[in-house]
């Protein structure tokens, strides 16, 4: 017996022989595509980010071209549309609390259209959890390509990377030890290149995960932006969306729970992102996969960082592409049985299948694993009394003697606060001190900003101490640095303990253990408690107010609660 064919989806608009086929294909044709072109081949979504708000993202018009021609090329039919766009660099309070609303612009846009496959421009920080995110809940065939990371920054002879300089640089400016016109003439040498920040930061970790996922094409994470290899990527995800919609392979069917895994330790292994546990939770709960912050821990352990990347070390994106990029990684988590080889990927091999064979040029780049670049480096989940639900502390991008640490906290009560006494030379603070920053989480800030890892005060920069631990219920960028605590749940606008700590109150910090506490009495914190009051929305109206009452704890993945779980690619009704 035959078996029988499922139609694709935009038969049920292009493939109708009355008068809502005639609408359909008639206003298509307005800007010359022939009749041939309805015959039943797959129609291809071709989600774009460009924006010229988003400079990271400013080169997706060619690159779109690119995966059209191999859409072209492979016998379908592409059509670009746009999406809402998010930019670290520009947008405010922070594009994180407009991620969950771009990936609902990208939901709506693949439901409603005619579209049976997709490609997703990804690039700066945002725009890849959004997408990816977006096409979860529908669960189409579908593969990201990210735009590549910047050439690297070259300042007076020596290398200087996307935020991670601009932190250093900052902080030497504050301190005194550069001048003005030298800040000013290294904001023109950093960023002379198409691409997002060259350093191993939330852009360049989350097209790691992009690859280690399977999601996207061997090679996505670290070609530069105008490698003419970058171009030849997009063209062959355009070929291969098309087989992959003929033999419906959609989303759900790459993002595994074993995708999730493998994904979790590359992170660990190129010293990735904390944005990354966020994200990854976030994309999971689209499709239903249990992914929760133990199996951060979990599987971070025992993984160390073999990229020696900024922020974490000396070099960029650039070098890592030259050295053997991602695959030159992954396949030594294959060779110490870190990784699930048999996963299905986007080109239709297994995980394994594409980098067994995978070289390395720079072991001073890519270290071997046995003599790692740094040794257990996976994310640490905290927990404790300050956080029952959990904090996330990057090791690898922390001092060591600080991992086990006593302090007086000196709090801020929000990052207003923080700006207004940070460089006050009466500020009560030394280097022993544990700074506190409250409200600046999901719902506090709102959007949970990467203000985590706040600056030094300007008086102890001056005596030469460069990190203190820092706790917050805030994100940290990819590119920053230090003994950072962040995304603390609850969170202080939650009613997380955090929101009762005072200054002088003692704080024990002990990573190696996973263990984070206030040495304040429960008496004391009843009392507390009891004074303190709920905060009001930021807004008593659109997008704002909608997030404030419907956003999870960053353990959750700081989604909305309703869109958890994927509602997938039903056909709407007729619009007529």
């Known amino acids: 017996m035959k078996k029988k064919t499922i139609p694709l989806r935009s038969v049920h608009w292009f493939g109708r022989q009355d008068i809502y086929g005639f609408i359909y294909r008639s206003w298509t044709k307005?800007?010359?595509?022939?009749?041939?072109?309805?015959?039943?081949?797959?129609?291809?979504?071709?989600?774009?980010?460009?924006?010229?708000?988003?400079?990271c993202n400013s080169h997706f018009r060619t690159l779109a071209e690119h995966v059209k021609a191999g859409v072209l090329e492979a016998g379908g039919f592409p059509l670009e549309f746009p999406v809402m766009s998010l930019g670290e660099t520009l947008l405010r309070p922070?594009?994180?609390?407009?991620?969950?609303l771009a990936s609902m612009d990208v939901e709506e846009s693949l439901r409603a259209n005619p579209i049976?496959?997709?490609?997703?421009?990804v690039g700066c920080d945002k725009t890849t959890p959004s997408l990816l995110m977006g096409a979860s809940s529908v669960d189409l065939p579908t593969i990201a390509v990210s735009g590549g990371p910047m050439l690297s920054g070259k300042y007076r002879g020596t290398d200087i990377g996307s935020g991670t300089n601009v932190w250093s640089m900052s902080e030497d400016l504050r301190a005194g030890k550069i001048s003005l016109e030298e800040f000013h003439e290294a904001e023109s040498c950093m960023h002379r290149s198409h691409g997002h920040c060259m350093t191993m930061g939330t852009a360049s970790t989350m097209a790691s995960m992009v690859e280690?996922?399977?999601?996207?094409?061997?090679?996505?994470?670290?070609?530069?932006?105008?490698?003419?290899?970058?171009?030849?990527l997009a063209r062959m995800a355009g070929r291969r969306i098309v087989q992959l919609v003929k033999d419906k392979v959609s989303i759900s069917k790459i993002l595994t729970k074993p995708a999730f895994e493998n994904a979790i330790r590359a992170c660990a292994a190129i010293g990735g992102s904390t944005n990354a546990v966020i994200h990854l939770i976030?994309?999971?709960?689209?499709?239903?996969?249990?992914?929760?912050?133990?199996?951060?821990?979990?599987?971070?352990?025992?993984?160390?960082?073999l990229v020696n990347l900024m922020p974490n070390g000396k070099y960029l994106m650039e070098d890592f592409a030259y050295a053997g990029g991602l695959p030159a990684v992954l396949r030594q988590l294959g060779e110490h049985k870190l990784l699930h080889r048999d996963v299905l990927t986007v080109n239709g091999l297994t995980m394994w299948d594409n980098v067994k064979d995978a070289p390395c040029h720079n072991t001073e780049v890519i270290t071997p694993f046995r003599k790692p670049f740094k040794k257990n480096t996976g994310m640490a989940v905290l927990r404790g009394n300050l956080c029952p639900g959990g904090a996330i502390i990057k090791p690898s991008a922390a001092t060591p003697g600080l991992m086990k640490h006593q302090g007086r906290a000196v709090v801020f009560e929000n990052i207003e606060d923080f700006h207004k006494r940070i460089d006050d030379p009466k500020l009560d603070i030394d280097e022993k001190c544990i700074m506190v920053l409250k409200n600046c989480g999901p719902k506090g800030y709102p959007g949970m900003a990467e203000v985590g890892n706040m600056p030094l005060p300007p008086k102890l920069l001056k005596r030469g101490i460069t990190d203190m631990v820092r706790i917050s219920d805030a994100r940290m960028s990819g590119t920053a640095y230090g003994t950072v605590i962040l995304h603390m749940v609850p969170e202080a606008a939650a009613g997380g303990l955090l929101a009762l700590v005072k200054n002088g109150d003692l704080i024990e910090l002990d990573v190696a253990k996973r263990k984070l506490e206030l040495k304040v009495s429960a008496a004391e914190i009843a009392k507390r408690r009891k004074a303190w009051k709920k905060p009001r929305p930021p807004l008593e109206r659109g997008y704002w107010r909608l997030y404030f009452d419907h956003v999870l704890q960053a353990d959750q993945g700081a989604d909305l609660d309703f869109l958890a779980g994927k509602s997938g690619s039903f056909v709407p009704r007729d619009n007529h």
């Open 30 to 55: 307005n800007r010359g595509v022939p009749q041939d072109q309805f015959d039943g081949r797959p129609v291809i979504g071709i989600c774009n980010t460009y924006s010229e708000l988003v400079p």
């Open 116 to 121: 049976d496959g997709t490609v997703l421009l």
């Open 282 to 305: 976030a994309i999971a709960r689209r499709l239903g996969v249990d992914l929760t912050l133990e199996d951060w821990d979990r599987l971070g352990r025992g993984v160390h960082t």
């Open 212 to 232: 280690s996922l399977g999601i996207g094409m061997p090679g996505n994470a670290a070609w530069p932006a105008v490698d003419a290899r970058r171009n030849v």
């Open 94 to 100: 922070t594009a994180m609390l407009y991620r969950n």
